[in-house]
């Protein structure tokens, strides 16, 4: 019985061209061994023959939510360990590591008063527990985290702040407005207010809240803060319009456990530089209401896939390829040690050194656009090669520089290891990022296969050259 | 402080277009008064003169959820009266019922066992509660109704059946499929089985459950019986598929409740035939998770607004028009006398045959495409009239007739009163349909002045005309 899933069954026009093009084309003449094989990697995944969609089907149906430190988080990492060896990986080894974790329990949001209602909205990871008969209080809006950092000390005694900041569908949009879910429960507390109200960083008009982990200080969260779906906030915008009080009710059972949570690695030994490791990197954890199909169940599908795919051909690259998936990305704090990227980081610091590059895949499964390299890489026989490789698939140089890569590898490059950076479309991501409607049927399946080819391409290259990355990192770029 | 509603700003691009020609169209010589001005009420109303946002904003931003006999049903229809009156109607009157109301309560769905997982789900109207420690049975899929009912009596026994109808999205794909939620309580009970899971009927992909009530069997439905969303239908078909058994537990708290619904009955008095009477009917009460803005917020901002645009003319029309804004349309069950529809008629049973037409705005506020009319009546002199005035709408006569017209007119029909019904674009409307994602932010502001321009000069050309609709329906139409 197989489930009809239109959007999955047909590539992108563009992809499907690109399939039948790049299939039909013969080598390059001047194309060297390495992009030959790279070649065909990309190609072999364009038609269909990597294992991503299966891999990520299956992780997101029997395990579902997976949230940091949880059984279902756990048990993923058992049954991806597993299937990592019996894809003929070198070495997996689960790396576990203590974790204070976060669960949700029962909630609920509600206007009280004339006009009654319930709201669809959602404690924020690392929100505290409210009293049992929850928190009420009078909404006040703000517009920006800037016009809340306006308000003066104790102007919003007894209050309940509705930073209700709107979320444009452009690249960096999240990026901008962030801060607001860090840090309007602290700048709220500060003035007095008793609860925190946060319009759904989105871009989506699903009724969803999309949560996210919001920064603690002194150790915890200083206020119950709720996200709230963009339907709702502009429903109590409307009421306020219409000259009516808006209070709220917010109700959370929301408790610390102790736990665990675990890093799963597994490698493709180097043929000839062994210690010479290239970090493939995704995380397994997810936020509790979707199954974390995009966020970041294919990103983990994406880079097995691409290591799998390695892993057929009759030799091992030069380097050695090490799949991470990470626990724990989801609630990361900074200058904590209770995230996989810490974790990591703590237990192989001796290798560091070796590491020669790092990459995460953490934006959903939206086709790869762009690549970020460090100019010196860029401008290098490799980067030529590379770029020779990605281009047939619509992929072209970035204006961005590769940054910190991710929250997973970001460790790793602050210690030094350059990242390369394959830059996705996320024009529909926030859409889904963080809510219950994180499903599987968000993933257009050839959208999936061209990211896999993008990596195994590349991961292929970058493990069989003999290019330095750090000096070619370091090195201004040629003219 | 305006929300940013970037969908609701700019008109479609025909619409726009259309709006442009229209203003600048001077009336075609041969047409008669009566006609010019239903093409003045259209182009008034495509210039965003009508009220029909303001209303259906303020309703469902006020009122939430109205679910059928609630406390905030019973507000909303003194609210409407007011406004109503407020309108300059000529007489309005609220009109109760008693009704035996179902309320929701504290409800859940999840997957036990070895994958443990919680369902979007939600109870389906009418469905009894469960036990307190809930129900708890192994699914058993099934494709179709038809397939539900060639399983054998008792080869259910403890079981729960997930009826895993795919809806697709074509006109009439609901009505096709909605005997799956009527009739499959039933049928599972009869075959042993101890609850009912309906994969959702609906078109979008968002992970919303879409209830809906079921059909009761002596006064009651058979089982606990669930709407699934359709992420976590496929979800336990892919489970099913891997090998596993899916044992699910459900719980709820759902209660009959005796209470009181209304119709809200606003009447323009008809200038030379006051006891000539057209309906324009439309629903207040709503499911209870979303605020009913397509169901039916907008069907009663259209019926409202295309009146209120009528008696804004300097007199009345020749016909009295009277908007009915029923309430309990939701609940509907045949042959019982506990819906606005039925009310209605027991009400007005002596005038009932001076009713010349009736008319329904239930389908959301997408674009008016087509009009049904009785063949005779397409034929006639009026028929012909207001084809000149809608198509430059971009509306065609229906191939289909006009049938019942809809829930809330159906007793009308049936006592022999004619119906024309104004055909909608409803290819979205079940993307959202009774599921907490009907909110006002899907509702194009420019789509909705197109449907009540489309009511206006309809209404009003058949409040002017001395046409007989039963006669004219009963006719022949001429070669």
């Known amino acids: 019985m197989t489930p009809h899933r239109p959007a999955m069954r047909r590539a992108p ?101 004339a006009h009654p209602q319930r ?37 919003l005694e007894g209050r309940i702040v509705l930073l209700n900041q709107r979320m444009p569908r452009v690249a960096g949009g999240y990026g901008a407005l962030v801060p607001g879910r860090l840090f309007a429960p602290g700048e709220a507390a500060d003035r007095g207010a ?41 429903q ?33 030994h180097g043929r000839e530089a062994p210690d010479e490791v290239i970090v493939l990197a995704a995380h397994l954890d997810s936020w ?9 169940g294919a990103g983990v599908a994406i880079v097995v896939a691409a290591a799998e795919l390695i892993a057929r051909l009759p030799q091992r690259p030069r380097r050695s390829l090490r799949v991470v998936l990470y626990g724990a990305e989801e609630v990361a704090q900074p200058h ?36 970020s390299l460090p100019p010196g890489v860029a401008a290098s026989d490799f980067g030529r090669a590379l770029y020779r490789v990605l281009t047939p698939m619509a992929i072209v140089p970035s204006r961005e520089p590769p940054g910190r890569g991710g929250v997973d590898i970001a460790p790793l490059v602050e210690a030094g290891v350059p990242a390369f950076v394959l830059r996705q479309d996320g024009s529909r991501y926030f859409d889904f990022h963080h809510t219950a409607d994180d499903t599987l049927d968000k993933i257009d399946r050839a959208e999936l296969d061209q990211n896999v080819a993008a990596w195994a391409a590349l991961a292929w290259l970058a493990a069989q050259t003999g290019a330095d990355f750090r000096a070619l990192s370091a090195a201004e770029p040629a003219e």
């Open 13 to 113: 026009p563009v992809l499907g061209c690109l399939i039948a093009l790049l299939a039909a084309a013969a080598p390059a003449p001047a194309a060297d061994r390495a992009e030959r094989t790279a070649a065909r990697l990309r190609d072999q995944a364009l038609a269909g023959e990597a294992i991503a969609y299966g891999f990520v089907s299956e992780l997101t149906t029997r395990f579902g939510p997976r949230p940091a430190g949880s059984a279902a988080e756990h048990a993923a990492a058992d049954w991806a360990a597993a299937r990592l060896r019996a894809l003929g990986f070198d070495r997996v080894a689960i790396e576990p590591f203590p974790l204070v974790g976060w669960t949700r329990g029962e909630e609920s949001a509600e206007i009280v008063g």
């Open 119 to 155: 709201l669809a909205a959602a404690a924020l990871g690392g929100s505290p527990a409210t009293p049992a008969s929850g928190i009420e209080g009078e909404v006040v809006p703000f517009d920006s985290l800037e016009a809340l950092r306006a308000a003066p000390v104790g102007s």
């Open 194 to 234: 008793v609860a925190l109200l946060l319009r759904s960083l989105g871009t989506g008009t699903a009724r969803f809240a999309h949560v996210g982990s919001t920064r603690y200080r002194d150790g915890r969260v200083p206020l119950p803060s709720f996200a709230l779906a963009g339907a709702d906030a502009d």
């Open 236 to 268: 109590i915008e409307r009421l306020l319009a219409l000259g009516e009080t808006v209070r709220v009710r917010l109700h959370s059972q929301a408790a610390h456990v102790d736990t665990h949570s675990q890093n799963v690695v597994a490698e493709l």
């Open 288 to 296: 509790d209401a979707g199954t974390g199909a995009i966020d970041d």
């Open 336 to 371: 904590t040690p209770e995230t996989g990227g810490a974790a990591y980081l703590a237990r192989h610091a001796a290798e560091v050194g070796d590491h020669v590059l790092a990459m995460e895949s953490d934006f959903g499964a939206g086709a790869v656009q762009a690549l």
